[in-house]
T-cell receptor
Framework: QKEVEQDPGPLSVPEGAIVSLNCTYS??????FMWYRQYSRKGPELLMY????GNKEDGRFTAQVDKSSKYISLFIRDSQPSDSATYLC???????FGKGTRLHILP | EAQVTQNPRYLITVTGKKLTVTCSQN?????MSWYRQDPGLGLRQIYY???????DKGDVPEGYKVSRKEKRNFPLILESPSPNQTSLYFC?????????????FGSGTQLSVL
């Protein structure tokens, strides 16, 4: 089983919708979980990170970790066309990236 | 402005011709790393460096070399490039290698090996 699994998409949603992006991971010892956003032809940039279980909110973005099921999520409320990008989950114990989900917000 | 700078942004070369992709950061970061990004495979770590003169292999080091003679620079060297090294390359740095450290990425180098 791969250490981090992420559906590559693409995922297309209408503007204003709530977006849910997800990853699963295999090692229950992982503690730090991150979401990076990558615009086309740019390097990834850190969007959010969480430690252990629970939720973290930043504006329209919420990161959620469920350690019991080894599942991490990123929710985007009131999605905007500017949110169209590839979103990569990452585990920072060694740092392992998911393959990224391409998201398209349709105006 | 705090940043990670890679050069060149685009590079087309031929098999076997040695090349170097430069990476420089102006944030006094100790940790630096190189990744390649390929469709369907995501970001994979090539090499990383915890500090000056300290480098180690990542997940896909074959065919690459690195050096860290100064804190700010971490060049990636392809001694004899091959077509399977055609990829998008990213350099990244962080203050340290601790688990909570934020990685800063460069803008990428698109390499094509013919």
């Amino acid at each position: 089983q791969k250490e981090v699994e992420q559906d590559p998409g693409p995922l297309s949603v209408p503007e204003g919708a709530i977006v849910s992006l997800n990853c699963t991971y295999s090692n229950s010892a992982f503690q730090y979980f991150m979401w990076y956003r990558q615009y086309s032809r740019k390097g990834p940039e850190l969007l959010m990170y969480t430690y252990s279980s629970g939720n973290k909110e930043d504006g329209r973005f919420t990161a959620q970790v469920d350690k019991s099921s080894k599942y991490i999520s990123l929710f985007i409320r009131d999605s905007q066309p500017s949110d169209s990008a590839t979103y990569l989950c990452a585990i920072r114990d060694k740092i392992i990236f998911g393959k990224g989900t391409r998201l398209h917000i349709l105006p | 402005e705090a940043q990670v700078t890679q050069n060149p942004r685009y590079l087309i070369t031929v098999t076997g011709k040695k090349l170097t992709v430069t990476c420089s950061q102006n944030m006094n970061h100790e940790y630096m790393s190189w990744y390649r990004q390929d469709p369907g495979l995501g970001l994979r770590q090539i090499y990383y460096s915890m500090n000056v003169e300290v480098t180690d292999k990542g997940d896909v080091p074959e065919g690459y070399k690195v050096s860290r003679k100064e804190k700010r620079n971490f060049p990636l060297i392809l001694e004899s490039p091959s077509p399977n090294q055609t990829s998008l390359y990213f350099c990244a740095s962080s203050p340290g290698a601790g688990v909570g450290e934020k990685l800063f990425f460069g803008s990428g180098t698109q390499l094509s090996v013919l």
